[in-house]
């Protein structure tokens, strides 16, 4: 069965903190890992990785993916109490455009 | 990016009634879109995979007499709730992916969510 775990489940911190979320996954015919941030509403896109390595950026966040170890994290550095949100990892699976996610990190960053 | 609407935001009705939500491509065609559903606290489950023009593809455990799907034009699919329940209250998500920007790799695109409470 596919399974994609996020840790921690979740995280309280002051802002200027980093913050360091994690996933792990167990997908057969993996294709790529995405990190979304969802507030009240719907997620909204951070992140795609296919490529073990090569770390993603923007802003003061970033991500990077290891394909042998299985997991991926996303940095996010000097928060901000904008960044309270929960962080989903998912994963596409090949020959489908199926996503398997994770069940989310609660992020609250205080002033 | 890719702009994903959803109607309506929030829909409140009573128990054996149907609800249609609508999900909109609004840039772009999509011809397949995505729908989830979330429930407090959790994360999003994919309940099926709507096809432009075919029959939708539904998850192990999700009714398709129950939860209809048609995806009648490039740019929209509707959900029905036929003959809610207080158990199908949730948080109903659709997606789309924009294959001509996704290089062929799934970018979903979320629609902002229809949070239906059902008396």
């Known amino acids: 069965e596919d399974k994609v775990v996020q840790s921690p489940l979740s995280l309280v911190v002051h802002e200027g903190d980093t913050v360091t979320l994690n996933c792990s996954y167990e997908v057969t015919n993996f294709r790529s890992l995405l990190w979304y941030k969802q507030e009240k509403k719907a997620p909204t896109f951070l992140f795609m990785l296919t490529s073990s390595g090569i770390e993603k950026k923007s802003g003061r966040l970033s991500s990077i993916l290891d394909k042998k170890e299985l997991f991926s994290i996303l940095n996010i550095t000097a928060t901000q109490t904008g960044d309270s949100a929960v962080y989903l990892c998912a994963v596409e699976k090949g020959g489908s455009e199926k996503l398997v996610f994770g069940k989310g990190t609660k992020l609250t960053v205080n002033p | 990016g890719a702009v994903v609407s959803q109607h309506p935001s929030r829909v409140i009705c009573k128990s054996g009634t149907s609800v249609k939500i609508e999900c909109r491509s609004l840039?772009?065609?999509?011809?397949?879109m995505f729908w989830y559903r979330q429930f407090p606290k959790q994360s999003l489950m994919l309940m099926a995979t709507s096809n432009e023009g075919s029959k939708a593809t539904y998850e192990q455990g999700v009714e398709k007499d129950k939860f209809l799907i048609n995806h009648a034009s490039l740019t929209l699919s509707t959900l029905t709730v036929t003959s809610a329940h207080p158990e199908d209250s949730s948080f109903y998500i659709c997606s789309a992916r924009d294959p001509l920007t996704s290089g062929g790799y799934n970018e979903q695109f979320f629609g902002p969510g229809t949070r239906l409470t059902v008396l």
């Open positions: 840039d772009f065609q999509a011809t397949t």
